[in-house]
């Protein structure tokens, strides 16, 4: 690896470095300060951050297996081996190996975000709910939309595929940051892409997520017993579901979420927050991404985006509301920082 290439990865990430480590410092501080989480349970925030940079070392292994393959499949061993050694040589010594490199720091940083998730109950105990049931019974002409989506959903009989999204969506976030990380070759898009997912889990998922800290409808009956609870009958239907022996993972999901949020412990690996829905904000800050690159993947990471924010509301883990101020958010962050990182091709960019 060259130094010229450190110290070229190095200007162009900095800025998202000291982001990153600014707030794996100040998460740490609350947790450890304000919260006053014994030492012993921070780590699960390493665990996560030291697994968040194995997947990513996964993928780059990985990928150097593809290429080989590919080489030796094309142009038999001898040849292969040798292009191989060349390309190998060529992404090593260039700058694309220390961007990931960088790259890979930042996302190990916003790692932190699990343990500022668990933090909020403790930071600013659930209150918002009713107001967001309100808001949201008003917005959408006196009806929940869940009095929508169910019947809907259910005569499409697509549950099991709406599972299957939530379960897809990790692959679909970690496909979009490998192939930022290790692939795309226009810094400023590549740049803007970071720069938007860095800046959705600190100021959505923590910042906003705290402020108007909230339960989403599966659980308002959990943590709001002295009220009425308006998703009952969403609570109901999802119990239908797993009695009837659908093997959905949101059901699984459902009773970690609730034993980590309601345990003993200060830090864990997740808890339970609704607004706004990180996973519709990675959904479409995906499709926002995949707009750059083409017409085709544009069209297939947004089907997928609907199908997120759909089956968010199905199961109830998210108010609709959510999904909407998700979206309107990473608009706004995206557009911001298109003015930082105008479309432009770095030297180094083959398109």
């Known amino acids: 690896m060259r130094a010229g290439g450190l110290r070229e990865a190095f200007r162009e990430y900095r800025w998202l470095l000291l982001v990153a480590s600014l707030y794996a410092a100040t998460v740490s501080a609350l947790a450890l300060g304000i919260c ?89 105990p659930y209150k918002s709910d009713p ?51 290790f692939i795309d070759s226009d810094i400023n898009r590549r740049l803007r892409f970071l720069w938007t997912f860095a800046l959705s889990w600190i100021l959505l998922g923590t910042l906003l997520a705290t402020g108007l800290s909230s339960t989403g409808p599966l659980f308002f009956g959990n943590f709001y017993p002295d009220m009425a ?69 544009f069209a297939a990471a947004l089907a997928f985006c609907v199908l997120i924010l759909w089956g968010a509301v199905y199961f109830g883990y998210h108010y609709a509301l959510d999904g909407y101020v998700s979206i309107v958010a990473v608009s706004l962050i995206w557009w911001g920082l298109g003015k930082a990182f105008p479309a432009a091709k770095s030297p180094d960019s083959k398109a």
């Open 36 to 124: 006053h989480a014994p030492f012993e349970e921070f780590e699960m925030t390493l665990y996560v951050s030291l697994m968040i940079a194995m997947k990513c070392m996964i993928f780059f292994v990985i990928m150097a297996g593809v290429v080989w393959a590919c080489n030796v499949a094309r142009h038999g061993l001898k040849e292969g081996k040798a292009r191989y050694a060349t390309l190998s040589h060529a992404y090593l010594d260039g700058p694309a190996f220390p961007r990931a490199v960088f790259a890979t720091l930042v996302l190990t940083g916003i790692g932190f975000f699990f343990t500022a998730k668990s933090l909020i109950p403790r930071l600013n």
């Open 131 to 181: 107001a967001i049931a309100e808001l949201e019974k008003t917005l959408h002409l006196g009806h929940y939309p869940h009095e929508w989506v169910i019947p809907f959903t259910d005569s499409l009989h697509f549950s099991f595929a709406l599972d299957t999204a939530y379960l897809v969506w990790f692959a679909v976030m970690y496909a979009a940051l490998a192939y930022n990380v």
């Open 229 to 297: 609870d308006p998703y009952k009958d969403l609570v109901a239907h999802f119990d239908d579901l797993a009695a009837n022996g659908q093997n959905l993972s949101t059901a699984r999901g459902r009773e970690m979420l609730l034993a980590w949020t309601k345990g003993d412990r200060v830090i864990n690996i997740n808890a339970i927050s609704a607004m706004p829905s990180m996973h519709v904000a990675v959904a479409w800050m995906a499709a926002l991404y995949a707009r750059t690159i083409g017409k085709a993947i």
